[in-house]
């Protein structure tokens, strides 16, 4: 489950709109326009133009080699990879100079926050809800009206199927707008010292320490700047691999169809037509009936309006099969050898101070989870982590943090009621009961089910009713963001991301750990 959204994460978006005044924000009009209508199920999104040459990103993990593969002896080099693919990698890449460009007015206005907070002895949330939240009121619904009556032209949707949109946009217009002026209120009254308008990458190790600008006498680095943004490179770096290797494997693939052809003394469309074409069944109407009757909670229209497009798509699916098990042929008996090299995931460091936890707080491996109790695919990953905790016991520390998407609206109260019930000793208790009620977890279910467990109803409906632990969640979910979630479950492991969510992957992973030498 992604995470899209990040209007209710209040916290999160205000210090993103004290970082920079010209921080583009999508409007509800372009969030509504329809998408255009594909000829299949499989639809490609177009390319925008770059300008180019790029600024340095300070994102490639090493650098490109001159040779990606060898063919049979034949060189598939760096010039190879095709206009349209350098063309994504630089949209990639332009992300984090992007960002580059905003974190340094991110992080001190950051530091603005928290010594405005701690000057006036409260939480940076309490402040951000007194100073930006509160002084931005409320759109009313004659406003939303307004907005959409002027933009209704490229909202193409019914106003009442869009309102809540309309409305939350507006909201977060006026927070950033209040969000600015309360970061120059800030900034006139503290001592900043910009050594440099914009952060650059650092050249070297050593240049990491450059300080590039001071904030009441606290340095903000170039260290600083990097660390902040590991997520968003090494995601960049992830994809940009990825969008080579592909490139690389298609004209692999289209240097040995070659050699073929011309070892047959045929064009590749006669060899092609021979052993691919020719081979591909033909889709009928009963296996797009199939296909729509297992598919059709995805698909917009009932069979007879989406038929032809199903059987398009299917016999496109059958013509990638049989291209690709070909491939598979040709590569059996030929010498290929691949010189790209996947970036390496980065490890991080994650508290697990104060935080519900299972197993040896020692232990040589520990697992963290950042979850949302609305979530469904974090209801189906909690059985099987709690699993690996109890099956390692004290081998493993098995640590829970809070991350509530901001689609889920009773999220954030269902972290803080886990973690009132947690006060009272009764977190993983509470918690299943969560996850088997996903959808019942308004206020007043919450308080039911702390009845159920014979909770101090008292006790934990003051802690609920006075939002104490939300500074708690609000913490989880900056250190969620610190270390590059954006949805959830997510896990790590001895502060590596892990993707593989099963009890066999899990397990695998654990194992492999445990046997890593001891430094």
Same mark, same amino acid.
């Given at each position: 489950?992604?995470?899209?959204?990040l209007t209710s994460r209040l916290y999160a978006i205000i210090l993103?709109?004290?970082?920079?005044?010209?921080?583009?924000?999508?409007?509800?009009?372009?969030?509504?326009?329809?998408?255009?209508?594909?000829?299949?199920?499989?639809?490609?999104?177009?390319?925008?133009?770059?300008?180019?040459?790029?600024?340095?990103?300070?994102?490639?993990?090493?650098?490109?080699?001159?040779?990606?593969?060898?063919?049979?002896? /034949?060189?598939? @080099?760096?010039?190879?990879?095709?206009?349209?693919? #350098?063309?994504? /990698? @630089?949209? $990639?890449?332009?992300?984090?100079?992007?960002?580059?460009?905003?974190?340094?007015?991110?992080?001190?206005?950051?530091?603005?926050?928290?010594?405005?907070?701690?000057?006036?002895?409260?939480?940076?949330?309490?402040?951000?809800?007194?100073?930006?939240?509160?002084?931005?009121?409320?759109?009313?619904?004659?406003?939303?009206?307004?907005?959409?009556?002027?933009?209704?032209?490229?909202?193409?949707?019914?106003?009442?199927?869009?309102?809540?949109?309309?409305?939350?946009?507006?909201?977060?217009?006026?927070?950033?707008?209040?969000?600015?002026?309360?970061?120059?209120?800030?900034?006139?009254?503290?001592?900043?010292?910009?050594?440099?308008?914009?952060?650059?990458?650092?050249?070297?190790?050593?240049?990491?320490?450059?300080?590039?600008?001071?904030?009441?006498?606290?340095?903000?680095?170039?260290?600083?700047?990097?660390?902040?943004?590991?997520?968003?490179?090494?995601?960049?770096?992830? #994809?940009?691999?990825?969008?080579?290797?592909?490139?690389?494997?298609?004209?692999?693939?289209?240097?040995?169809?070659?050699?073929?052809?011309?070892?047959?003394?045929?064009?590749?469309?006669?060899?092609?037509?021979?052993?691919?074409?020719?081979?591909?069944?033909?889709?009928?109407?009963?296996?797009?009936?199939?296909?729509?009757?297992?598919?059709?909670?995805?698909?917009?229209?009932?069979?007879?309006?989406?038929?032809?497009?199903?059987?398009?798509?299917?016999?496109?699916?059958?013509?990638?099969?049989?291209?690709?098990?070909?491939?598979?042929?040709? !590569?059996?008996?030929?010498?290929?050898?691949?010189?790209?090299?996947?970036?390496?995931?980065?490890?991080?460091?994650?508290?697990?101070?104060?935080?519900?936890?299972?197993?040896?707080?020692?232990?040589? &491996? @520990?697992?963290?989870?950042?979850?949302?109790?609305?979530?469904?695919?974090?209801?189906?990953?909690?059985?099987?982590?709690?699993?690996?905790?109890?099956? =390692?016991?004290?081998? &493993?520390?098995?640590?829970? !943090?809070?991350?509530?998407?901001?689609?889920h609206a009773q999220a954030m109260k269902a972290a803080e009621a886990?973690?009132?019930?947690?006060?009272?000793?009764?977190?993983?208790?509470?918690?299943?009961?969560?996850?088997?009620?996903?959808?019942?977890?308004?206020?007043?279910?919450?308080?039911? =089910?702390?009845?159920?467990?014979?909770?101090?109803?008292?006790?934990?409906?003051?802690?609920?009713?006075?939002?104490?632990? @939300?500074?708690?969640?609000?913490?989880?979910? $900056?250190?969620?963001?610190?270390?590059?979630?954006?949805?959830?479950?997510?896990?790590?492991?001895?502060?590596?991301?892990?993707?593989? !969510?099963?009890?066999?992957?899990?397990?695998?992973?654990?194992?492999?750990? $445990?046997?890593?030498?001891?430094?």
């Amino acid at each position: 489950m992604n995470l899209k959204n990040l209007t209710s994460r209040l916290y999160a978006i205000i210090l993103l709109a004290l970082a920079v005044a010209s921080v583009a924000t999508t409007t509800a009009a372009q969030r509504q326009q329809p998408a255009t209508p594909s000829p299949s199920p499989v639809q490609t999104p177009a390319l925008k133009p770059v300008p180019t040459p790029v600024e340095d990103c300070g994102c490639e993990a090493a650098p490109l080699p001159e040779v990606l593969a060898t063919v049979n002896g /034949i060189r598939i @080099t760096k010039q190879d990879i095709s206009a349209a693919t #350098q063309q994504r /990698i @630089t949209q $990639l890449q332009q992300q984090v100079v992007e960002a580059r460009k905003r974190e340094l007015d991110l992080q001190i206005n950051s530091k603005l926050l928290e010594a405005e907070a701690k000057k006036r002895g409260v939480s940076s949330s309490k402040l951000i809800e007194a100073e930006i939240i509160q002084k931005a009121g409320e759109p009313t619904e004659a406003e939303a009206q307004k907005f959409y009556d002027e933009n209704k032209a490229r909202i193409q949707a019914e106003f009442k199927d869009v309102k809540n949109e309309v409305i939350e946009y507006l909201r977060t217009q006026r927070q950033n707008e209040q969000a600015k002026r309360f970061s120059e209120v800030l900034r006139t009254a503290a001592q900043v010292k910009k050594n440099v308008e914009v952060a650059q990458p650092p050249a070297s190790a050593a240049d990491r320490a450059r300080v590039f600008a001071t904030v009441n006498g606290q340095n903000i680095t170039s260290a600083d700047i990097e660390d902040s943004l590991r997520p968003l490179i090494y995601s960049v770096q992830e #994809q940009v691999y990825n969008l080579r290797k592909q490139d690389v494997e298609l004209k692999i693939n289209d240097t040995l169809l070659e050699q073929e052809a011309q070892k047959r003394k045929v064009t590749t469309r006669a060899l092609l037509e021979t052993e691919v074409t020719s081979k591909v069944p033909v889709v009928s109407e009963a296996q797009a009936q199939k296909f729509f009757d297992e598919n059709k909670d995805r698909i917009n229209g009932d069979f007879a309006q989406t038929k032809y497009q199903i059987i398009q798509y299917l016999q496109e699916r059958e013509n990638q099969q049989a291209n690709a098990a070909f491939a598979t042929r040709l !590569r059996s008996t030929a010498q290929v050898q691949t010189f790209l090299t996947p970036p390496e995931p980065p490890v991080y460091t994650i508290s697990t101070d104060d935080q519900p936890s299972k197993g040896n707080p020692s232990a040589k &491996v @520990t697992i963290v989870e950042f979850t949302d109790f609305q979530c469904p695919s974090c209801a189906q990953a909690q059985p099987v982590l709690e699993r690996i905790a109890n099956e =390692y016991a004290d081998r &493993v520390h098995f640590v829970v !943090r809070d991350f509530p998407l901001s689609q889920h609206a009773q999220a954030m109260k269902a972290a803080e009621a886990a973690e009132a019930a947690r006060e009272q000793g009764k977190y993983w208790e509470y918690v299943a009961i969560l996850f088997r009620n996903q959808s019942a977890l308004q206020v007043d279910k919450l308080k039911e =089910y702390a009845t159920q467990l014979g909770l101090d109803r008292a006790k934990f409906d003051a802690a609920l009713d006075s939002g104490r632990f @939300t500074d708690k969640v609000h913490r989880d979910m $900056l250190e969620g963001q610190r270390v590059g979630v954006n949805g959830t479950p997510t896990i790590f492991i001895n502060g590596r991301r892990v993707s593989d !969510r099963s009890y066999e992957g899990l397990k695998a992973i654990v194992e492999a750990a $445990l046997r890593v030498p001891a430094k």
